[in-house]
């Protein structure tokens, strides 16, 4: 929820960001339906694995979920306050200020260095976040690729400087597309134990994911066929 759009009703000890009863239709030549009647509550510290086949709906619901799209029917709720209402601009000023963003294919921009990278989510790329978007690639093992721009650096180092990024503004709910799609094992479980440190200290953090490595680190597997959640979500111990 943004600071400045949100009341203060929203709180803590309810669901960083939830689901309520929400489907979405895409309308065409024939109506798809891709998602139906879907629940889910992520609470801060929790770490849920999104998991089915493709065109099961599972980036339908990470886009519902980053405020990037509107359900067809339905509510979204961010710290227990219906967002689903908020004009484009309230929606644009709640995701800088508390959704991170993961992307499968970086969304980096390719001349500017990875701590610009990093610091492009902030309003001023100021002395404060310049120092914590180093710290925030130094933490993913980045220290000495600082003023590299993108085509200086591996897929495995783009996707980290993406997650730093995704990290920058300090969020309340972290999303990812993939977040080992492009890394091996020994860097996806480097990035995963970042994430899962940062999901302890109390972010909220949904991947959509192929990878079972995602599913070993995360608290709960939600499974989507044809749009629907199946069954109960699988938890694991962590």
């Given at each position: 929820m943004s600071r400045k759009v949100l009341s203060e009703h929203g709180r803590q000890d309810k669901p960083a960001v939830s689901l309520t009863g929400v489907t979405k239709e895409y309308e065409g030549a024939e109506t798809v339906r891709a998602l139906v009647d879907?629940?889910?509550?992520?609470?801060?510290?929790?770490?849920?694995?999104?998991?089915?086949p493709s065109g099961s709906g599972k980036s339908t619901m990470l886009n519902l979920l980053g405020l990037l799209d509107g359900p067809t029917d339905g509510t979204i709720r961010l710290e227990g306050e219906d967002v689903t209402g908020l004009s484009r601009a309230e929606l644009t000023e709640a995701r800088r200020e508390y959704i991170g963003f993961v992307f499968q294919d970086f969304h980096l921009l390719p001349t500017l260095t990875a701590v610009e990278n990093v610091t492009l989510p902030t309003a001023y790329a100021d002395g404060r976040y310049v120092d914590r978007a180093v710290d925030l690639l130094e933490r993913v093992g980045l220290g000495d690729r600082l003023?590299?721009?993108?085509?200086?650096?591996?897929?495995?180092?783009?996707?980290?400087v993406a997650i730093a990024r995704a990290?920058?503004?300090?969020?309340?709910?972290?999303?990812?597309?993939?977040?080992?799609?492009?890394?091996?094992r020994d860097t996806g479980t480097q990035i995963l134990e970042e994430v899962r440190d940062i999901c302890d200290r109390g972010v909220a953090v949904v991947a959509v994911t192929h990878d079972e490595l995602v599913t070993e680190y995360a608290d709960q597997r939600v499974q989507l066929v044809d749009g629907r959640m199946q069954g109960d979500t699988d938890e694991f111990v962590t």
């Open positions: 879907v629940e889910l509550q992520v609470r801060r510290s929790e770490f849920i694995a999104v998991v089915g003023d590299h721009t993108p085509d200086q650096l591996s897929g495995g180092q783009k996707q980290r990290l920058i503004n300090e969020p309340a709910v972290l999303l990812a597309d993939e977040p080992t799609g492009n890394l091996d």
